[in-house]
């Protein structure tokens, strides 16, 4: 007798001993998943159901092994450890590059003779652009040939208006002095002239004196790149984590919204479209920066400040590139250019967190980034009566025209004479990014995307006093390319 034969008896058998018959199917059924299931006890359920009859069939016997088998399912489920929740494999890779930063090169230590090197390099670089546009010569050769007509490209030196009525541009190159007047509309523009800044006079001349009929700046060109991407960058700055006037609640909620937890489907999908996250400065609120600042914190520790930064933006997705820059609160020096966060604070990140200096570009998948915190432009501000606060793109525009990011030296924005002059914007980025003023304002200015991105701090005291008025908790998500969406996360007090 074979081994089957056998087991298929012992099923007869068992049934048999309750009062039953059994159909040879259904004892093949069972036959098949006695190694699976206590035969006793499934024939004991299977008779209990199929009280009164006659004989037990396969319609009989696979209810109960259905139960059976889902009961069993459910008590594995109940016994198995929670699943490990993987990280989900990146879709995209990120691609980030560094193309211009301080960090690990400062080699100035600001004497005298470094800030004769440093205005050389700002000289040389932003006449280069310029020469790309006028005929120049040198300012010693100009009156020396015969010819009314003269170009010159200079560093301004001072800029002053006369009684007539027009203005009086003294310019400078490395072989001499000229003197401009500016009249009509061209003494307006005359007017804004910050100092320190290079830039390009057309003219008539008379005597030693040039008559403009152009002033031309070294501008950027149109940007012609039209970089398409199908990602999203958020832009935000000044979150001055430690400070009292840190805005949590606001905070919190942008946190929950890039982790698709707030927000209709619309503003969910754009949150997931979310890749890079850019922060331009002023990432703790500091320890010392002003005078009496520790009655507006809440954390008196620089390391303890930066310890909160980094869980704060731990609980952002890690999908989500962060490249992180200081602005003048933060633990580096305070002369532009400043090198990214030393490693004792910079440890205390995540590794999706790329720390750069400020100013800084930086290579997105193809998109240019320019991130500066933007101290220059309260000095821009103040000088240019028709610039606001309340629309810091246009005071942002003026760097991208100037070609450079602190073209007012002597301001409240102190440089390092390195030997290069880092804050000339030689490339033209795809994206410029300042923070610092904590007002929010974007534009596309000849083709880049100019964005001052707000701040996570509601009005301090100090600002109280100065009558600032801060927009704070507005992020700018922009696809480049494509659309800018400005997210507002703060109501008001
Ligand atoms: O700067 C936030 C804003 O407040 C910015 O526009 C400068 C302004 N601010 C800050 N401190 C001063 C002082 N001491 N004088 C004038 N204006 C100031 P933040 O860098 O976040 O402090
Ligand atoms: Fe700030
Ligand atoms: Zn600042």
């Known amino acids: 007798m074979v081994i089957k034969d056998i087991d298929s008896k012992l099923i007869i058998t068992k049934f048999a001993m309750h009062g039953y018959n059994v159909h040879p199917t259904a004892v093949e059924i069972l036959r098949k998943e006695a190694?699976?299931?206590n035969l006793d006890y499934v024939i004991n359920q299977i008779c209990k159901i199929a009280n009164g009859s006659f004989i037990i069939t396969p319609e009989d016997v696979l209810p109960v092994l259905k139960t059976i088998a889902e009961k069993e399912k459910e008590k594995k489920a109940e016994l198995r450890p929670e699943p490990k929740l993987e990280p989900k494999p990146e879709l995209k890779k990120h691609d980030v590059s560094v193309l211009k930063d301080i960090t690990g090169y400062s080699g100035c230590e600001g004497n005298i003779d470094d800030f004769v090197?440093?205005?050389?390099s700002r000289f040389e670089k932003l006449s280069k652009i310029l020469k790309a546009r006028i005929n120049a010569l040198p300012i010693s050769s100009i009156g020396k040939i015969k010819s009314e007509r003269a170009e010159v490209i200079g560093m301004v030196n001072s800029v002053r208006e006369t009684?007539?009525?027009?203005?009086?541009?003294?310019?400078?190159?490395?072989?001499?002095r000229i003197t401009v007047i500016a009249s009509g509309k061209l003494k307006e523009v005359a007017m804004e002239l910050l100092g320190d800044e290079v830039i390009g006079v057309v003219g008539t001349l008379r005597g030693r004196t040039i008559i403009a009929d152009r002033i031309i700046f070294p501008?950027?060109?149109?940007?012609?790149?039209?970089?398409?991407?199908?990602?999203?960058?958020?832009?935000?700055?000044?979150?001055?984590?430690?400070?009292?006037?840190?805005?949590?609640?606001?905070?919190?909620m942008f946190v929950k919204w890039l982790n698709g937890e707030v927000g209709n489907e619309k503003m969910i999908e754009l949150a997931e479209n979310v890749k890079y996250l850019v922060l331009a400065g002023d990432v703790v609120d500091g320890v010392g920066v002003y005078p009496d600042q520790e009655k507006e914190l809440t954390i008196m520790d620089i390391y303890e400040q930066y310890e909160e930064a980094a869980a704060q933006l731990d609980k952002i997705p890690k999908r989500i590139k962060i490249i992180l820059s200081p602005?003048?609160?933060?633990?580096?020096?305070?002369?532009?250019?400043q090198p990214a966060l030393p490693k004792e604070y910079a440890s205390l990140f995540s590794n999706n967190v790329i720390h750069v200096g400020n100013p800084a570009m930086v290579d997105i998948e193809g998109v240019k980034v320019l991130l500066y915190h933007g101290r220059s432009l309260d000095d821009i501000m103040t000088k240019i009566p028709r610039l606001d606060y309340s629309r810091p793109h246009e005071a942002m525009e003026e760097l991208l025209r100037r070609r450079h990011l602190a073209p007012m030296y002597g301001g409240r924005s102190p440089i390092a004479p390195e030997k290069d002059d880092y804050l000339v914007i030689d490339e033209?980025?795809?994206?410029l990014h300042c923070g610092h003023v904590h007002t929010y304002g974007t534009s596309f200015y000849?083709?880049?995307?100019?964005?001052n991105s707000s701040c996570w701090q509601s009005q301090t005291e100090f600002q109280k006093k100065v009558n600032l008025n801060p927009m704070p908790g507005i992020v700018a998500v922009y696809t480049p390319g494509g659309d800018v969406h400005k997210?507002?996360?703060?109501?008001?007090?």
Do not use: C, M
């Open 117 to 120: 090197v440093y205005f050389n």
């Open 35 to 37: 190694v699976r299931v």
């Open 163 to 176: 009684s007539s009525g027009n203005a009086v541009i003294e310019l400078e190159d490395k072989t001499d």
């Open 487 to 493: 997210l507002r996360f703060y109501r008001g007090e």
């Open 428 to 431: 033209v980025p795809d994206v």
């Open 327 to 337: 602005g003048n609160h933060d633990a580096v020096r305070q002369a532009e250019p």
């Open 446 to 451: 000849r083709g880049v995307f100019v964005v």
């Open 219 to 252: 501008d950027v060109s149109i940007n012609g790149r039209k970089v398409k991407k199908d990602f999203s960058i958020a832009f935000i700055s000044d979150t001055h984590f430690g400070s009292n006037t840190f805005i949590q609640n606001e905070w919190e």
